[in-house]
Every structure is written in structure tokens, then in C-alpha cells.
Nanobody, 123 residues
Framework: QVQLVESGGGLVQAGGSLRLSCAAS????????MGWFRQAPGKEREFVAV????????YYADSVSGRFTISRDNAKNTVYLQMNGLKPEDTAVYYC????????????????WGQGTQVTVSS
């Protein structure tokens, strides 16, 4: 069992930056690929980024590539999402998720989810 708790969301102006954190419980954090997803009002949840168990591989949605960076610290059981150059269309609830296996962008393949943190970007 893995419990995930996100933090770091908030209100920021367009062009600004935020760093989201996701703290995981348990001693097997390094066994999980970790993903970030987001869901805007009235829209389906969408993939943002994923990082492999070792942190050696990362993948991004086209919409955030070059602006967002996912990273992890296995010693601290934490995954991060650094978001730069934020746009109003980035406004959403951001969720971290854990997957027992290799990286994957499909939300249905993830085993554990956090409660989400709101990110609002004003124009």
C-alpha cells in the first residue's frame, strides 16, 4: 500500500513558476514509476509527466514539454514537478500517481493516487 500526498499548488500569474511535491509513504517508493496527471473542470484527466523507478527516464506530454520537469528523490520518497512558464490553460487539479512497473502515460494503469492539489494560472 502506498499513500501519496501532494503539495505546492496555488495561484500564480501567467509566466510564473510553481513546484509541486508528492510525498509517498512506505518503504518501496523506488519500486514505482511515478506520474503526474491533471484534470481541468469539465475535462478528462490527462497525462502530464512520468519518471521511471530510478529516475533515469522521463516523458512528458507535448503540451508541457520544455516547460515542466519531473524529478524524484528516492531517499526522501518524494517526486516533484517543476512548472515554469505557466499558462492559463495549465489551470487544473494536479495529481501524482504510482505505478508498480515501468513508465506509462495511461492513467488507468496506475495503482495509487493522491488527493490532488489545485493550480490556478491567471492571465
Amino acid at each position: 500500500q502506498v499513500q501519496l500526498v501532494e503539495s505546492g499548488g496555488g495561484l500564480v500569474q501567467a509566466g510564473g513558476s510553481l513546484r509541486l511535491s508528492c510525498a509517498a509513504s512506505g518503504r518501496t517508493f523506488s519500486s514505482y514509476a511515478m506520474g503526474w496527471f491533471r484534470q481541468a473542470p469539465g475535462k478528462e484527466r490527462e497525462f502530464v509527466a512520468v519518471i521511471s523507478r530510478s529516475g533515469g527516464s522521463t516523458y512528458y506530454a507535448d503540451s508541457v514539454s520544455g516547460r515542466f520537469t519531473i524529478s524524484r528523490d528516492n531517499a526522501k520518497n518524494t517526486v516533484y514537478l517543476q512548472m515554469n512558464g505557466l499558462k492559463p490553460e495549465d489551470t487544473a487539479v494536479y495529481y501524482c500517481a504510482a505505478r508498480d512497473g515501468v513508465v506509462n502515460s495511461r492513467s488507468t494503469t496506475y495503482d495509487y493516487w493522491g488527493q490532488g492539489t489545485q493550480v490556478t494560472v491567471s492571465s
